[in-house]
């Protein structure tokens, strides 16, 4: 990790600071000798690496950059970044000085810039990156990180106008939530142009597609949260929609649940998916994506299909575990919660998810640095400077909502009718560390809950004491605030805030919340958000480079103790069990009154069945929501305890070393490249050395075996399982039409198969296959539940677990193979995002398309047509 000495930064936290936060020059050009500055080293555009240096020789447009690492490169001005402000000290000053600028009388500015001085002094509170960038140094960037706009209105105008919303939201630094439940499913009529929609998730896909033009364009990258209620008929579209290359990929995903949808999953009943009639006088003008609403105005909905709700539920739970997405917003849980649920329902979270926000609903974030408030001398928090700072830092926050810019008038119609900020906290592994208190234990649960409480209770305490003196927010009601289900809670702990909140009012609708803080975080030194430490060595990859970090409070108990184990206090992400993870969520949601950013991280082995256990034991907590991530189900890692060389290496590997590591999670087009490269290693004995051994089972003249007729994503598959001595030791695949990429990409994952099952002698080869093969998914589905066929390698794990079952004396009954091929009533191909859909007896042999790479080119009188791209070629 960078270090600091003073209010000097070094490392990567020197590095974070004045590519984000430090207040710019507005031209590079007028970089001179002794400047220092931030030079782009690799421009690549997916991962360039910059480093800082003082320039010490210019000619004309070009310098020379000597680097600290004490290397000397050369670069034109247009790479560089030069920043005005060089040590935090002169952030912090800046900061105080615009905050408490809006203060009424130059008295009270002058108290209030000092007291701002002291809270971000030696960062005990570190603003929101949005705030330390802009705050005091442009009139264009907004303040706040978090945004939420209202549901796009269900026509080609309403989609364009949220796009330009989105749009200028982002470029001025902000992140934002978009609920796309207004927008009519898939196939739906559209009556102007006699046509029919091309549903809620195609859309979806502009608002991504725009987001990742903004990441390529500026120095924050944008970030969207798009969100679908449990009810829309597109729902299984979008939770298997990542599952598809190149549909969303500049998104995060969540599904909003409610309370009726969660007792569906538990006592297994059907559930309706549904929209309103298109054809309602006044939808145009009133439809917004509140269903509840609509309802109540005795407006008619129109049934579209009836679904299990362990069907979803188990998609959701699925999805989730194979790529970390969707997560879950138990959306009707968190309204009741909500101190704005009389007058501003919630509809969406930020891209983060702490902060579940109305239409045109904005937040600002700070955190409370918590490492700084151990005494060391007591072994205990340092409660009184805690408090101290906390109350400050609520003024802090409540003072940047007139502060900041307003780029919508209803943004600033609405934060000034609630006010509401969002005051977290960062450090807290390393406090509970000093603390030596083991994070997640039932000790830690405890300690947890006496802290956020005292953090609650002297929050809401100091934002009565604003609304003395300043006024509540404008939507303020006594009566209905304080019936709130956070504010129950808070009063029944804390009996002196009814009084105060009756007698004295309240300045702010919202007051906590926990953002992830990664980049500020990573900046001062601490562990982020509420989090473990991911490692205590551990590399980063980020637009700045790949840099390796060491955690300095480990690192220094090394230090002091060579040879010896750190102790049980010092816990990791991936040392704590997932359920660890939700309870420690669960106690510290109890006392924030907004939502926490908090990501259950689970090992690779974790099962689909133990995430759903999961995603339930955060409801029964209380959370407001839930996200996992399960080691390695995505490609790409922030944070990873590899280093570039062999996480290349492992790459590279993944096929070949089956045995050793799980196959990953590809879409159709990776697929089918990892088939012909597994091919290529397993027949080159030099690579395939390392990891098969090299025992090999010889061929006999004759085999005996059962073919298995499955019906997969790609049409009728015939698998056919060869014995010798009892166990499986050849495979082969009959998918498609001879001569087609599915046909090949089959008979390639049949002979990959074949070669592992004919090489070594380990008694569990086959369990491993099944493993590995079981659950890979591509660009479509077949079935449900047990009956549910991913893939054409799904479906040679079910296979062969079909024909293991019945190698004993009797063999699989010919009901059970049924199960699994035939096309029943609940064996149906799942719609595709913008592709075929049919029946399996009804549908045409599909194959995958060169241009968009999925699995939707079907032959159709003497053409190859995709139904996705509209790519065609004659044949």
């Given at each position: 990790?960078?270090?600091?000495?003073?209010?000097?930064l070094?490392?990567?936290?020197?590095?974070?600071?004045?590519?984000?936060?430090?207040?710019?020059?507005?031209?590079?050009?007028?970089?001179?000798?002794?400047?220092?500055?931030?030079?782009?080293?690799?421009?690549?555009?997916?991962?360039?690496?910059?480093?800082?240096?003082?320039?010490?020789a210019?000619?004309?447009?070009?310098?020379?950059?000597?680097?600290r690492?004490?290397?000397?490169v050369?670069?034109?001005?247009?790479?560089?970044?030069?920043?005005?402000?060089?040590?935090?000290?002169?952030?912090?000053?800046?900061?105080?000085?615009?905050?408490?600028?809006?203060?009424?009388?130059?008295?009270?500015?002058?108290?209030?810039?000092?007291?701002?001085?002291?809270?971000?002094?030696?960062?005990?509170?570190?603003?929101?990156?949005?705030?330390?960038?802009g705050?005091?140094?442009?009139?264009?960037?907004?303040?706040?990180?978090?945004?939420?706009?209202?549901?796009?209105?269900?026509?080609r105008g309403?989609?364009?106008?949220?796009?330009?919303?989105?749009?200028?939201?982002?470029?001025?630094?902000?992140?934002?939530?978009?609920?796309?439940?207004?927008?009519?499913?898939?196939?739906?009529?559209?009556?102007?142009v006699?046509?029919?929609?091309?549903?809620?998730?195609?859309?979806?896909?502009?608002?991504?597609?725009?987001?990742?033009?903004?990441?390529?364009?500026?120095?924050?990258?944008?970030?969207?949260?798009?969100?679908?209620?449990?009810?829309?008929?597109?729902?299984?579209?979008?939770?298997?929609?990542?599952?598809?290359?190149?549909?969303?990929?500049?998104?995060?995903?969540?599904?909003?649940?409610?309370?009726d949808?969660?007792?569906?999953?538990?006592?297994?009943?059907?559930w309706?998916?549904?929209?309103?009639?298109?054809?309602?006088?006044?939808?145009?003008?009133?439809?917004?994506?509140?269903?509840?609403?609509?309802?109540?105005?005795?407006?008619?909905?129109?049934?579209?299909?009836?679904?299990?709700?362990?069907?979803?539920?188990?998609?959701?739970?699925?999805?989730?575990?194979?790529?970390?997405?969707?997560?879950?917003?138990?959306?009707?849980?968190?309204?009741?919660?909500?101190?704005?649920?009389?007058?501003?329902?919630?509809?969406?979270?930020?891209?983060?998810?702490?902060?579940?926000?109305?239409a045109?609903?904005v937040?600002?974030?700070?955190?409370?640095?918590?490492?700084?408030?151990?005494?060391?001398e007591?072994?205990?928090?340092?409660?009184?400077?805690?408090?101290?700072?906390?109350?400050?830092?609520?003024?802090?926050?409540d003072?940047?909502?007139?502060?900041?810019?307003?780029?919508?008038?209803?943004?600033?119609?609405?934060?000034?009718?609630?006010r509401?900020?969002?005051?977290?906290?960062?450090?807290?592994?390393?406090?509970?560390?000093?603390?030596?208190?083991?994070?997640?234990?039932?000790?830690?649960?405890?300690?947890?809950?006496?802290?956020?409480?005292?953090?609650?209770?002297e929050?809401?305490?100091?934002?009565?004491?604003?609304?003395?003196?300043?006024?509540?927010?404008?939507?303020?009601?006594?009566?209905?605030?304080?019936?709130?289900?956070?504010?129950?809670?808070?009063?029944e702990?804390?009996?002196?805030?009814?009084?105060?909140?009756?007698?004295?009012?309240?300045?702010?609708?919202?007051?906590?919340?926990?953002?992830?803080?990664?980049?500020?975080?990573?900046?001062?030194?601490?562990?982020?958000?509420i989090?473990?430490?991911?490692?205590?060595?551990?590399?980063?990859?980020?637009?700045?480079?790949?840099?390796?970090?060491?955690?300095?409070?480990?690192?220094?108990?090394?230090?002091?103790?060579?040879?010896?184990?750190?102790?049980?206090?010092?816990?990791?992400?991936?040392?704590?069990?997932?359920?660890?993870?939700?309870?420690?969520?669960?106690a510290?949601?109890?006392?924030v009154?907004?939502?926490?950013s908090?990501?259950?991280?689970?090992?690779?082995?974790?099962?689909?069945?133990?995430?759903g256990?999961l995603?339930?034991?955060?409801?029964?907590?209380?959370?407001?929501?839930?996200?996992?991530?399960r080691?390695?189900?995505?490609?790409?890692?922030?944070?990873?305890?590899?280093?570039?060389?062999?996480?290349?290496?492992?790459?590279?590997?993944?096929?070949?070393?089956a045995?050793?590591?799980?196959?990953?999670?590809?879409?159709?087009?990776?697929?089918?490249?990892?088939?012909e490269?597994?091919?290529?290693?397993?027949?080159?004995?030099?690579?395939?050395?390392?990891?098969?051994?090299?025992?090999?089972?010889?061929?006999?003249?004759?085999?005996?075996?059962?073919?298995?007729?499955?019906?997969?994503?790609?049409?009728?598959?015939?698998?056919?399982?060869?014995d010798?001595?009892?166990?499986?030791?050849?495979?082969?695949?009959?998918?498609?039409?001879?001569?087609?990429?599915?046909?090949?990409?089959?008979?390639?994952?049949?002979?990959?198969?074949?070669?592992?099952?004919?090489?070594?002698?380990?008694?569990?080869?086959?369990?491993?296959?099944?493993?590995?093969?079981?659950?890979?998914?591509?660009?479509g589905?077949?079935?449900?539940?047990?009956n549910r066929?991913?893939?054409?390698?799904?479906?040679?794990?079910?296979?062969?677990?079909?024909?293991?079952a019945?190698?004993?004396?009797?063999?699989?009954?010919?009901?059970?193979?049924?199960?699994?091929?035939?096309?029943?009533?609940?064996?149906?191909?799942?719609?595709?995002?913008?592709?075929?859909?049919?029946?399996?007896?009804?549908?045409?042999p599909?194959?995958l398309c060169?241009?968009?790479?999925?699995?939707?080119?079907?032959?159709?009188?003497?053409?190859?047509?995709?139904g996705?791209?509209?790519?065609?070629?004659?044949?």
């Amino acid at each position: 990790m960078g270090t600091m000495s003073g209010s000097r930064l070094e490392g990567l936290s020197e590095k974070i600071f004045l590519d984000r936060y430090a207040w710019k020059h507005a031209s590079p050009e007028s970089v001179k000798i002794g400047d220092t500055v931030l030079v782009l080293t690799k421009d690549d555009p997916k991962f360039p690496t910059k480093e800082v240096g003082e320039v010490i020789a210019r000619s004309a447009n070009e310098v020379t950059v000597l680097l600290r690492s004490g290397e000397s490169v050369n670069s034109p001005v247009e790479k560089l970044t030069l920043t005005v402000e060089r040590t935090p000290d002169e952030m912090w000053n800046r900061l105080s000085k615009a905050i408490s600028a809006v203060e009424e009388t130059e008295e009270k500015q002058q108290l209030w810039q000092e007291r701002f001085r002291y809270i971000l002094d030696d960062w005990k509170l570190v603003p929101g990156g949005r705030i330390a960038a802009g705050a005091g140094a442009s009139d264009e960037l907004t303040l706040f990180n978090c945004y939420v706009i209202p549901s796009p209105k269900d026509s080609r105008g309403g989609i364009m106008e949220t796009l330009t919303e989105m749009t200028e939201i982002m470029a001025r630094g902000g992140g934002v939530g978009i609920n796309l439940s207004s927008l009519r499913p898939r196939r739906a009529v559209v009556a102007g142009v006699n046509g029919s929609s091309s549903g809620a998730v195609s859309w979806g896909g502009l608002f991504s597609y725009t987001t990742g033009l903004i990441e390529q364009g500026g120095s924050r990258r944008g970030a969207l949260m798009l969100m679908i209620h449990d009810w829309h008929p597109d729902v299984l579209d979008f939770i298997t929609v990542k599952q598809t290359m190149g549909q969303i990929t500049n998104a995060n995903l969540s599904v909003c649940v409610s309370n009726d949808f969660m007792r569906a999953v538990k006592e297994d009943l059907d559930w309706e998916l549904v929209f309103p009639d298109t054809k309602e006088p006044g939808y145009d003008e009133l439809w917004d994506g509140d269903l509840e609403k609509w309802r109540n105005q005795g407006r008619r909905v129109i049934h579209y299909k009836t679904v299990r709700a362990r069907d979803i539920w188990h998609t959701i739970i699925e999805s989730a575990w194979k790529s970390a997405e969707p997560g879950v917003v138990f959306m009707e849980h968190y309204n009741q919660m909500s101190n704005s649920w009389y007058f501003n329902p919630l509809i969406a979270t930020n891209p983060c998810g702490e902060q579940g926000l109305p239409a045109w609903g904005v937040c600002n974030l700070s955190a409370i640095n918590l490492s700084k408030f151990y005494d060391e001398e007591k072994h205990d928090v340092a409660w009184d400077e805690l408090a101290k700072v906390t109350r400050y830092s609520v003024r802090f926050l409540d003072n940047v909502i007139d502060a900041t810019p307003y780029h919508f008038e209803e943004n600033e119609k609405n934060q000034k009718r609630e006010r509401r900020v969002g005051l977290g906290s960062m450090g807290l592994a390393e406090l509970m560390i000093k603390l030596e208190v083991r994070y997640g234990s039932p000790e830690s649960l405890e300690f947890l809950d006496k802290l956020y409480g005292f953090i609650a209770r002297e929050s809401y305490l100091a934002s009565t004491e604003i609304a003395a003196e300043k006024g509540s927010f404008e939507a303020f009601e006594a009566d209905k605030f304080v019936q709130s289900g956070f504010m129950k809670h808070m009063i029944e702990a804390n009996p002196e805030l009814d009084e105060a909140v009756k007698q004295r009012g309240i300045r702010n609708v919202t007051i906590l919340t926990q953002a992830p803080t990664g980049s500020t975080g990573t900046m001062v030194g601490t562990s982020t958000g509420i989090e473990p430490y991911f490692a205590f060595e551990y590399y980063r990859q980020s637009r700045l480079g790949f840099d390796k970090q060491y955690v300095p409070i480990a690192q220094a108990w090394k230090d002091a103790n060579p040879g010896h184990e750190l102790p049980d206090y010092f816990v990791t992400s991936m040392s704590l069990s997932a359920e660890d993870h939700i309870r420690v969520q669960a106690a510290i949601q109890r006392w924030v009154d907004s939502s926490i950013s908090k990501t259950a991280n689970c090992p690779n082995d974790f099962t689909v069945e133990e995430t759903g256990r999961l995603y339930e034991l955060a409801f029964e907590l209380g959370c407001k929501g839930v996200t996992i991530y399960r080691d390695g189900s995505r490609d790409v890692q922030v944070l990873s305890t590899a280093t570039a060389e062999e996480t290349d290496k492992n790459k590279e590997a993944e096929v070949v070393a089956a045995v050793e590591e799980p196959a990953s999670d590809a879409a159709t087009a990776a697929f089918k490249l990892a088939a012909e490269t597994a091919v290529a290693s397993a027949l080159e004995p030099a690579k395939a050395e390392p990891v098969i051994d090299k025992q090999y089972k010889r061929r006999p003249a004759i085999l005996r075996g059962a073919t298995y007729k499955i019906n997969t994503p790609f049409g009728m598959a015939y698998i056919t399982i060869n014995d010798l001595d009892g166990t499986p030791v050849e495979i082969f695949l009959n998918v498609g039409k001879a001569g087609s990429d599915v046909f090949a990409m089959a008979e390639a994952l049949g002979r990959v198969c074949s070669l592992f099952l004919r090489y070594g002698d380990h008694g569990n080869k086959v369990q491993l296959l099944i493993k590995h093969l079981k659950g890979i998914g591509g660009s479509g589905a077949i079935g449900f539940g047990a009956n549910r066929v991913e893939s054409i390698a799904d479906a040679v794990a079910k296979s062969l677990e079909l024909h293991i079952a019945g190698s004993g004396e009797e063999a699989a009954s010919a009901e059970e193979v049924e199960a699994v091929s035939a096309p029943t009533q609940q064996l149906k191909v799942l719609p595709m995002a913008g592709g075929y859909s049919a029946k399996p007896s009804e549908a045409h042999p599909r194959d995958l398309c060169p241009s968009c790479g999925g699995a939707t080119l079907v032959h159709i009188e003497g053409c190859k047509t995709c139904g996705t791209c509209g790519y065609s070629r004659c044949t």
